[in-house]
């Protein structure tokens, strides 16, 4: 156990160096949010709310999926990518680690860095430009942090699934940019999910991508009430169990048909 | 007549080597559609809700979106130069651009064209001509001498934004991530700009015009008279704005000493 949290510290401490790239992130972030500011502005025009939602809970669920991306994003599914198609994923595998284990850990210490240093004083940043709403008691915010480290887990789980396919596909860049398009668009970062038509709502119900986005960012705007939330978190555990499976499973095949290329 | 038999030449050799990998194109073609289909599926599901934006229909946003996905294109096509710095500076391949006998912005660009971006032209053909059937527009003959002088307007704003951009690195090859960010701006030019607030709206019009690439442009095509003066001023504006950024660029040149070694 000891090792993987040096995993974690490590890959902390890395980030930390090149802290400076990431300033440019936060301003990246607010164009983002600012653009959809005004979009959902323009789309309210004069109503109240829309599908349960009024305008400032929009604004604030736009900043804050945006900023809760900053902790769950990773790149783990290019990077285990990558190792395979260069060889290096045999050294790995030598080593007395879990490969999966240490990679989900160095996620994860990128993850916390960029929360401290990025969705926060983003955070910060944007509710200084536009007029959010904060939740003002303790149990939203507990909610929120719960519901967030299960939005990294089950969005690591999707990522370690897309990586490992690069033992199957020689090239999965194809599968990977899908990936990100299918979660941009049904994890309800762009759009809350209640706002789809209700068929792609049921489709959705049975998908495990409204866990990484849609499920944190309505608790955070209030839009859940008390049995909502518990039946949301539920679902979130549900889904990072679940998705252990597959991986588990892709994993045994994929080290028995193991081919080094080149190297 | 040298420059445009390179630029053939240089088309053939990439479609040699592209054809070689027929299958990445396929799959880089289709990830392209996929992250366009992104942004109208925003818009259908958006319109579900409401009748209009900033008293814009919803056909009319989709035409403004089809319309955009065509000078863009083309400009990822041919200026696919948001990596220069680290490219041509950092690795000192410059030296290399300027021992050739053709402009060295031509000979960048002709090395990192992106042909299958190409196909973003169709989609937002398509894109317009289902919006446009939607709202029965008319065209009249000439329209399409001014469609192709919009969008060449368009592309040239964008172009002249990213050379502009990429001009910097001769004087600092500092890693930025200026490229990116303007790449999230050049979003906001896919809806109309009166959704915005006035600051950004002059910004969008007259410092990173990207207003003219998508809804300016378009709002010829539909028939609003309130917004013509801004729509035939986009060749304008894009001729003016590339002029500008050659110039700088140019003498970006000039300053150029090498990375060293």
């Known amino acids: ?263 | 007549m040298f420059y445009v038999s390179m630029f053939f030449q240089y088309i053939a050799q990439y479609l040699k080597t592209r054809m070689e990998y027929r299958a990445d194109m396929i799959v880089e073609i289709l990830s392209d559609l996929l992250f366009q289909a992104v942004n109208l599926v925003f818009i259908l599901v958006v319109f579900g809700h409401t009748e209009s934006l900033g008293g814009w229909q919803r056909d009319e946003i989709i035409f403004i979106y089809g319309f955009f996905l065509v000078p863009y294109a083309l400009f990822s096509t041919f200026f696919n130069i948001w990596d220069f710095n680290e490219r041509y500076i950092v690795n000192g391949e410059m030296d290399r651009i300027l021992t050739r006998p053709i402009h060295s912005l031509f000979q960048v660009i002709l090395e990192r064209m992106e042909l299958e971006s190409l196909f973003g032209v169709i989609t937002g053909l398509v894109v317009m001509g289902y919006a446009a059937a939607r709202l029965n527009l008319t065209f009249h003959w000439y329209d399409i001498f001014i469609f192709i002088l919009f969008v060449f307007g368009g592309t040239l704003v964008c172009g002249s934004i990213f050379v502009a951009l990429a001009s910097i690195g001769f004087w600092s090859d500092a890693k930025t991530s200026i490229m990116p960010m303007m790449y999230n701006i050049g979003n906001y030019g896919r809806y109309p700009v009166n959704i915005y607030n006035d600051v950004i709206r002059f910004i969008l019009t007259w410092i990173l015009p990207f207003a003219f690439v998508g809804v300016y442009p378009a709002s010829y095509f539909l028939r609003k008279t309130d917004w013509y003066i801004y729509a035939f001023l986009t060749p304008v504006i894009g001729l003016l704005f590339f002029i500008l950024s050659v110039i700088i660029w140019n003498i970006g040149v000039k300053r150029y000493r090498g990375a060293g070694s």
């Open chain 1, 1 to 263: 156990m000891s090792k993987y949290l040096e995993m974690i510290r490590i890959r902390f401490l890395m980030m930390l160096a090149y802290r400076t790239n990431y300033y440019s992130g936060i301003l990246i972030y607010s164009i983002n949010i600012g653009a959809y500011y005004f979009l959902w502005t323009a789309i309210y025009g004069g109503k109240e709310s829309i599908q349960g939602l009024d305008a400032a809970q929009m604004v604030t669920y736009v900043a804050i999926s945006w900023m809760a991306r900053a902790f769950y994003f990773n790149n783990i599914d290019r990077e285990i990518a990558m190792e395979i198609r260069e060889g290096k994923v045999a050294v790995e595998l030598i080593r007395p680690y879990n490969y999966l284990g240490m990679k989900t850990m160095q996620a994860f210490g990128e993850g916390v860095f960029r929360l401290f240093f990025f969705s926060m004083p983003g955070m910060v940043i944007v509710s200084f430009i536009f007029p959010l709403e904060l939740p003002l008691d303790w149990q939203a915010w507990c909610f929120f942090a719960i519901s967030i480290f299960f939005s990294f887990v089950i969005n690591t789980e999707i990522n370690l699934l897309t990586g490992i396919s690069a033992f199957f596909l020689f090239n999965n860049d194809g599968l990977m940019r899908a990936k990100r398009v299918i979660i941009d668009l049904f994890s309800g970062l762009l759009l809350p999910i209640s706002f789809y038509p209700v068929w792609a709502q049921e489709i959705m119900e049975y998908l495990p991508f409204q866990a990484i986005s849609y499920i944190p960012s309505m608790i955070f705007t209030k839009g859940f009430q008390e049995a909502e939330i518990t039946d949301a978190i539920l679902f979130q555990l549900f889904w990072s169990i679940l998705l252990i499976i597959p991986i588990c499973a892709m994993w045994a095949v994929a080290k028995r048909k193991m081919i080094i290329q080149g190297g």
